[in-house]
C-alpha cells in the first residue's frame, strides 16, 4: 500500500500533502506547493541536484567546514559543553545561503543571534544571482526553497555526533576510516566522502533512529482503492517512517544503535518502503544527495580533527519533540576534545 500512495498513484491521485491553512510565501516552496506548481518546480531544480552540480557545490560547502572546524577549536581548548544547535544550525544557514546564493551571512562568527534572526536574515538577501537555483524561479521561490531545505536538515549532524558520543567504539572506527582515507588531515574530496564505507552506515543508522521528518502525508484527490482498501476523496493518509524504522518486526533491537545494518552485505536486503529517511517516489525529498554530501563532509572534518563526549548536561536517553520535523525536546550539548593540537587545514 506504501508503494501505491507514494510511488503508483503519486501523479494521479497522492500528489499534495496537507494543507495547514494560510502559509505565505511558503506556499511557492517544493515540499507545499500543489499539482502543476510542484511538477514545475521539481522539474526546474532537479538538475541542481547532479552528481555534477554537486561536485561544483562541494569546494563551497568545504570552505564553510573549514570555518566550522576552526569555530569549534576554542571550544575544544576551553573544554567546556558546546550547544551543538547553535553550531550546527549556523553552519547550516551558510552552507545553503553560500551555495544557492553566492552569499555568506556569516552566521558561524556571530553565534551570539539566535535561529530564527538568522533565517530572517535570507529574506532580506538580493536573490539577482543564483548560483545553483534554476533561474525560471522567482525571487519568493527561491527563498521559500532555501529555508526548506535550512529547517530540513539542521539536527541531523547534531543528532549523529549525539550517538557517536555514546558510543566511542563506533567512533574510533569512524575516525579510523577517515584517518585512512585522507592521511595526515589530508583535504577532503568529493569521491572520497562520498566513497567512505563506514561514513555511510553511520549516517545511514542515524537517518534510521531519526529521520528528518516522522511520517509523510499524502491527500487523495479522488476516490481510490487500493488492496480493497476503499480511500474517499480528501482523505488523509499518513506513512510512519519513524514507527516503521523502530518496528522489532523488520529491525532486530531496533532502539540500538548498530551502523552494520547498513554494511553492503545487509544493505541488500532492507525493504526501500521499511526505510525512507527523505521519503519515496516522485515527491520525495529533491536535496537528499546534497544533504547527504553536506552531513558527511562535515562529519568527516569533525572527525578529523575532534572526538565528541557526553558530559553532565548532555541529555540521556535523548527526548524528541512531537514537531512535524523530529528535533531533540532540548538541544544537545557535548564536549569537544581536540584529536591533537595542530589542526590542519582549517
Not at 553560500?98 to 551571512?105: E, H, K, L
Not at 534554476?134 to 531545505?149: M, R
Request: aromatic share 10%; glycine share 4%.
Amino acid at each position: 500500500m506504501i508503494k501505491t500512495v507514494l510511488v503508483k498513484e503519486c501523479y494521479s491521485t497522492f500528489t499534495n500533502r496537507r494543507v495547514f491553512g494560510p502559509m505565505g510565501f511558503m506556499n511557492k516552496s517544493l515540499t507545499f506547493s500543489e499539482d502543476e506548481d510542484w511538477k514545475r518546480i521539481r522539474t526546474l531544480l532537479s538538475p541542481t541536484f547532479s552528481s555534477v552540480k554537486l561536485k561544483e557545490m562541494f569546494p563551497i560547502i568545504r570552505e564553510f567546514s573549514d570555518g566550522l572546524v576552526k569555530n569549534l577549536r576554542p571550544q575544544a581548548e576551553k573544554g567546556k559543553p558546546v550547544v551543538l544547535r547553535d553550531i550546527f544550525g549556523a553552519y547550516s544557514i551558510d552552507v545553503i545561503t553560500g551555495t544557492s546564493f553566492g552569499v555568506n551571512i556569516n552566521s558561524l562568527n556571530n553565534p551570539q543571534d539566535i535561529f530564527v534572526e538568522k533565517v530572517k536574515k535570507i529574506l532580506k538577501l538580493d536573490f539577482f544571482n543564483p548560483v545553483i537555483f534554476s533561474v525560471g524561479l522567482s525571487d519568493l521561490e527561491l527563498a521559500a526553497q532555501s529555508i526548506i531545505f535550512i529547517f530540513a536538515g539542521y539536527d541531523t549532524t547534531s543528532l549523529t555526533l549525539y550517538l557517536l558520543a555514546l558510543h566511542p567504539d563506533v567512533q574510533k572506527k569512524l575516525q579510523e576510516e577517515v584517518d585512512r582515507t585522507l592521511p595526515n588531515k589530508a583535504p577532503a574530496t568529493y569521491d572520497a566522502v562520498m566513497e567512505m564505507e563506514y561514513v555511510d552506515m553511520v549516517v545511514n543508522e542515524v537517518l534510521r533512529l531519526y529521520p528528518i521528518a516522522g511520517r509523510v502525508e499524502r491527500v487523495g484527490k479522488t476516490d481510490v482503492e487500493i488492496n480493497g482498501v476503499v480511500i474517499p476523496k480528501n482523505t488523509l493518509v499518513m506513512v510512519p517512517i519513524y514507527a516503521l524504522q523502530r518496528d522489532a518486526k523488520y529491525w532486530p533491537e531496533p532502539e540500538e544503535f548498530r551502523p552494520e545494518r547498513f554494511s553492503k552485505k545487509n544493505k541488500e536486503s532492507i525493504n526501500p518502503y521499511i526505510y525512507m529517511p527523505f521519503g519515496a517516489g516522485p515527491r520525495n525529498c529533491i536535496g537528499m544527495r546534497f544533504a547527504l554530501m553536506n552531513i558527511k563532509l562535515a562529519l568527516v572534518r569533525l572527525m578529523q580533527n575532534f572526538s565528541f563526549q557526553p558530559c553532565k548536561e548532555t541529555q540521556i536517553p535523548l527526548k524528541i519533540s512531537k514537531k512535524p520535523l523530529l528535533q531533540p525536546e532540548k538541544p544537545i550539548v557535548l564536549k569537544i576534545v581536540s584529536r591533537d593540537r595542530t589542526i590542519n587545514g582549517a
